[in-house]
């Protein structure tokens, strides 16, 4: 459902009892409304949503509704009326613990807040805690800011390896401070954040050894910190002991070339001429 503009979305959707996944665009929920939920809960297994227009908890009712669940996209970047607390989430997160086993989340650093400690009840699970108890999770995309317990919260050196559940194959991480084309260890130093860099990249060093056969996350095969490390020397460094412990580690301007040798050879009349120079490709020897 692409609904860019003023295009809403009726509260009664959730209510489809063959829905089993439901992907919407710059749609919003209806006015005021709150879902409706049906008493055994949605059928929904695949939940995408991006700049989805909903506020407080009515977005974290759907998710907890959704008793099948088995992907959480949530990309609510540029969702100007998004808000709710970290708690919230976790909350609704865990209560799909034994069916969710992707998850991407993509998050405005102002659109969810931070939830005070104090105020947390003791069955509660902090979001920073929460992946750790998905027991099914495979694939896991998040932000930094996302897995840290507090804003001041400092990077230790085991802050991935005590915030990951052992499934995990493929995970992703980004730092909401990245600019388009620029590096992020520039960045970093020109903010004053460079010790948060430094952590991160420390903490990736500390992961990447725990892959190896009969370690704690000897399913993980695929890291994605490109956002993080392109365009610095560390990289490589993180991708040889990636490769040592049989993880491949993305460059990130590899998923553009592939882009590109894609879009190439679809436009092309006759595949059999598909030369890699025709798109820039070049000896670098």
């Known amino acids: 459902m692409n609904g860019y503009g003023e295009t809403e ?3 009664s959707v959730f209510q489809l009892p063959k829905l089993k996944t439901l992907e919407t665009l710059g749609l919003k929920v209806s006015g005021d409304e709150v879902p409706i939920i049906p008493q055994d809960g949605l059928k929904i297994e695949k939940l995408y949503l991006k700049d989805f227009e909903i506020t407080g908890n009515r977005l ?30 976790s909350n609704a997160i865990l209560r799909q613990a034994g069916s969710i086993k992707e998850i991407y989340l993509k998050f405005h650093k102002w659109g969810v807040r931070w939830d005070d400690t104090q105020f947390l009840s003791g069955y509660e699970i902090p979001l920073d805690r929460c992946s750790a108890r998905l027991s ?12 840290l317990p507090s804003p001041e919260g400092p990077i ?14 493929e995970l992703t991480i980004n ?32 992961l990447l050894p725990e892959a190896r056969p ?72």
């Open 214 to 285: 009969g370690y704690k996350f000897s399913n993980l095969r695929y890291l994605d910190a490109s956002e993080i490390l392109l365009g610095s020397d560390e990289l490589q460094k993180v991708v040889k002991i990636g490769e040592s412990n049989g993880v491949k580690v993305s460059l990130g301007f590899e998923n553009i070339l592939n882009k590109q040798v894609d879009d190439f050879i679809a436009e092309s009349d006759d595949d059999m001429s598909f030369d890699p120079r025709d798109i820039g490709i070049r000896d670098t020897d």
């Open 156 to 169: 230790t050196p085991d802050f991935l390896v005590t915030r990951l559940p052992v499934s995990i194959r």
């Open 60 to 89: 974290w009712n759907v998710i907890s509704a959704c008793r099948q669940l088995r992907v959480l996209d949530l990309d609510l970047n540029s969702s100007p009326n998004f808000f709710g607390s970290k708690r919230q989430m």
């Open 9 to 11: 979305l009726a509260s």
């Open 136 to 147: 099914q999770l495979h694939t896991l995309t998040a932000d930094v800011k996302d897995l």
């Open 175 to 206: 730092w909401y401070t990245v600019e388009m084309g620029s590096s992020l260890e520039t960045i970093a130093i020109g903010t004053g954040e460079v010790d948060i860099w430094l952590g991160i990249v420390e903490v990736l060093k500390v």
